[in-house]
């Protein structure tokens, strides 16, 4: 069986060997073991659910939250000549009905799917059918209630193993605690435990924390000094925007990314980033994960994350290719003040919470007794607007509420585009110009009774058959339907609420305790966990990160800024006497920061000891970040 490994690994892949614990991952779910993989960032995770996929009868079912990832890996296989196929929000119901049908007939080695589908009376008729040779959840930290991003769409997933008994599971993450380790078996019901774990240790990966009052600054000083691709994270979608327009301004090739913009838009510019068009991607968490480009160089965290888990995720974007990279946070303070109202704002007070569903109520006007099953689309900024509530907070709420069972919350879900032939066969053909007639026959082709009813419609896929751009093949059909040709009614990104129990009086509205007082205790125990790594000025970044995850090297880095703080400053005299030099000179027209000096690599570095002996020498004065000739 291992020659058999090694043959499909090379001949799909192309590569000469395994790496780290790819092989032990997959010899163990081929042995029908339940399998729980710990692999950093960056360590091949696809690897080995594909792998074995080849290698086992059946079709391997994979679970993930990533609607993009399941796009690119599902595009990757068909490229290497695997058949694949992936099932979302986002596709028609007849493309999901032919999917699952040709599923269910053996037609696909490897099939994603969203957890949402464990809801779908009609994926679980279909899987019944289905030859599954085994099951894996990737992202599987979402299944743990002591994971960082906690989703209660994944704890159905267990529910399959009444209906494949003998499909073995294989659970995939980056990140980890050794608490979330044991709930993650649990909540999948493990037969047995059967943990494989890589370090964590990103060797090549320098962490940072660089305290100054001018993070612009600061930015522009890290761009400048560390050449090569780069992220820029901010929690704020406004931000996104200002800080690549304040880029490009100084002559910086960057675009943004939030969950805000259209599929289109977030594909145009991803795409574009990937093939260095853009040197910069300035982002909101909803940008990286599943991300594969080896050659990003700095990661800089403008907002810091929630967690510990959630740093190591983004920051382990950086330095894939195993070359030189950074992780840095530049802080001035202000940023660890929002980190504390942010961690108020993440479980509102319960009364809050009740608060928001009697309001929501009123809002989509469903009376005491009523509303099971109901759905409503949710415009939380009218919301919040005629409530005078905050957004912040009052997203939290619902969130909460979802967790207890009281509504099903769908932020900004997808709805797909419909579209309907007004005009007859003979119209159409003679309203038509050449230009059009690709995105029509396209249409014809794929979309039965178009002319009878609204179909939905994907643009992508349109796109996808003509070769013709997004942004052309959208305006084609607007153009058609102001021609009274089509009827083309464009998907819209909107939230909606599913009532899973009638309404009942505010009073009565219970959060379960493992649903808010425990969750909560949690997430302000990694929020201080965060903050700490954040403040420490003792303590190698590295090693606090190894040891959240149950993992201790022993030793420092010797690379982060407390390592570098703490090494011995050993100069020759004669480079001794020259940097000196070199600072009076820089100091000639008046006062200076510190951080204003030429650096030398990302910090004072060789100027550190200069500076101190000079200061005790009383040439310079250091007054705070200030460096003041006395003369």
Not at 29 to 49: A, Q, R, V
Not at 86 to 94: C, D, K, N, T, V
Not at 264 to 293: C, H
Not at 470 to 482: D, E, P, Q, R
Request: one cysteine or more.
């Amino acid at each position: 069986m291992q020659d058999i490994y090694h043959s499909i690994l090379q001949q799909y892949w192309g590569y000469a060997d395994f790496r780290g614990i790819q092989r032990e991952i997959i010899e163990s779910i081929c042995n029908g073991k339940d399998t729980l993989g710990l692999m950093p960032t960056g360590g091949g995770k696809s690897i080995t659910f594909q792998v074995p996929a080849m290698v086992l009868n059946g079709t391997c079912v994979v679970f993930t939250p990533l609607i993009a990832l399941m796009k690119d890996q599902v595009d990757s296989l068909l490229k290497r000549g695997i058949r694949a196929a992936a099932i979302h929000s986002g596709l028609p119901h007849y493309e999901i009905t032919k999917t699952l049908d040709t599923a269910v007939l053996g037609g696909y080695k490897i099939l994603y799917i969203s957890p949402e589908r464990l809801n779908s009376e009609l994926f679980i008729t279909k899987i019944k059918r289905m030859k599954v040779s085994f099951i894996t959840v990737d992202e599987a930290h979402c299944i743990s209630y002591w994971g960082y991003d906690f989703r209660p769409s994944y704890l159905k997933i267990k529910e399959i193993r009444t209906l494949k008994p003998d499909a073995p599971i294989l659970a995939l993450t980056a990140s980890a605690t050794p608490e979330a380790v044991k709930d993650i078996q649990k909540q999948l019901a493990f037969r047995n435990e059967n943990v494989f774990k890589m370090s964590f240790e990103r060797k090549n990966l320098c962490y940072m924390i660089l305290n100054t009052s001018l993070r612009e600054k600061a930015v522009i000083h890290l761009l400048e000094n560390i050449p090569g691709t780069a992220i820029i994270y901010t929690r704020n979608r406004e931000n996104c925007q200002k800080i690549c327009d304040d880029l490009c301004k100084k002559g910086y090739t960057a675009t943004f990314y939030h969950a805000g913009l259209a599929d289109s838009v977030k594909n145009e510019r991803q795409n574009g980033w990937m093939a260095n068009e853009f040197r910069i991607m300035v982002a909101t968490n909803a940008f990286g994960m599943g991300i594969d480009k080896p050659d990003v160089r700095l990661v800089i965290h403008m907002d810091l994350p929630d967690s510990l888990e959630a740093y190591y995720q983004e920051a382990g974007r950086a330095g894939r290719d195993g070359l030189q990279s950074y992780a840095i946070i530049p802080m001035d303070g202000k940023e660890l003040q929002q980190f504390h109202r942010r961690t108020s704002q993440m479980y509102p007070d319960e009364e809050y919470v009740k608060e928001v569903y009697e309001k929501v109520c009123f809002y989509l006007q469903m009376a005491i007794g009523d509303g099971l099953n109901v759905t409503r689309e949710f415009n939380l900024e009218e919301f919040c607007r005629l409530f005078h509530t905050h957004p912040i907070m009052t997203n939290n709420a619902l969130l909460l509420l979802n967790n207890a069972g009281y509504i099903k919350y769908a932020d900004e879900d997808d709805c797909c585009s419909r579209l309907k032939i007004i005009a007859t066969r003979n119209e159409l053909y003679k309203a038509i110009d050449k230009e059009k007639e690709p995105v029509i026959n396209c249409i014809l082709r794929h979309y039965g009774g178009i002319f009878v009813e609204y179909c939905y419609i994907e643009e992508a896929l349109i796109t996808q058959k003509t070769n013709i751009p997004a942004g052309i093949v959208y305006n084609t059909l607007k153009l058609l339907s102001k021609a009274n040709i089509v009827d083309y009614i464009p998907k819209k990104r909107i939230a909606r609420i599913t009532f899973t129990q009638r309404r009942v009086d505010k009073e009565d509205v219970v959060l379960p305790y493992n649903v808010y007082e425990e969750r909560k205790a949690k997430y302000l125990e990694r929020a201080k966990t965060m903050e700490m790594y954040c403040t420490s000025n003792q303590k190698c970044r590295n090693r606090i990160l190894l040891e959240y995850f149950g993992e201790d090297t022993g030793k420092d880095c010797g690379q982060c800024d407390i390592c570098e703080s703490n090494k011995p400053m050993e100069i020759p005299d004669n480079e001794y006497e020259r940097i000196h030099e070199d600072i009076v000179k820089q100091f000639e027209n008046g006062p200076i920061r510190v951080f204003d000096l030429k650096y030398r690599g990302i910090n004072t570095g060789k100027y550190e000891k200069v500076i101190q002996d000079m200061r005790k020498s009383e040439e310079i004065i250091l007054d705070g970040i200030y460096v003041k000739l006395n003369r």
